[in-house]
C-alpha cells in the first residue's frame, strides 16, 4: 500500500466515522459497499431516515469537505 492509498483508507475511515456519529443507522458494510460515493451515501441516508434530501445535503456534503473529498 502507498503512502497516497494510507492517506485516502485514513481519510475514509475517518469519514466514516463523522457519518456514523451523524446517521447511526448507517451500518459499517454499507458505507464500505458504497465506495465513498456521496450519492449513495445521499440514499442510505434517505431509506434510513426518510428525511427528505434537502434535510441532510448540507450536512453531508461538510463531512466530505471537512477531509477534502467532495466527491
Do not use: H, P, V
Not at 434537502?54 to 469537505?65: D, H, P, Q
Amino acid at each position: 500500500m502507498t503512502a497516497n492509498q494510507n492517506l485516502a483508507k485514513g481519510k475514509w475511515l475517518e469519514i466514516k466515522g463523522d457519518l456514523q456519529k451523524m446517521w447511526g443507522k448507517l451500518t459499517d458494510d454499507e458505507l464500505e459497499e458504497s465506495k465513498g460515493d456521496i450519492k449513495k451515501i445521499a440514499g442510505l441516508i434517505q431509506q434510513r431516515y426518510g428525511d427528505t434530501q434537502m434535510a441532510f445535503t448540507e450536512k453531508l456534503s461538510s463531512i466530505f469537505k471537512k477531509y477534502g473529498n467532495d466527491k
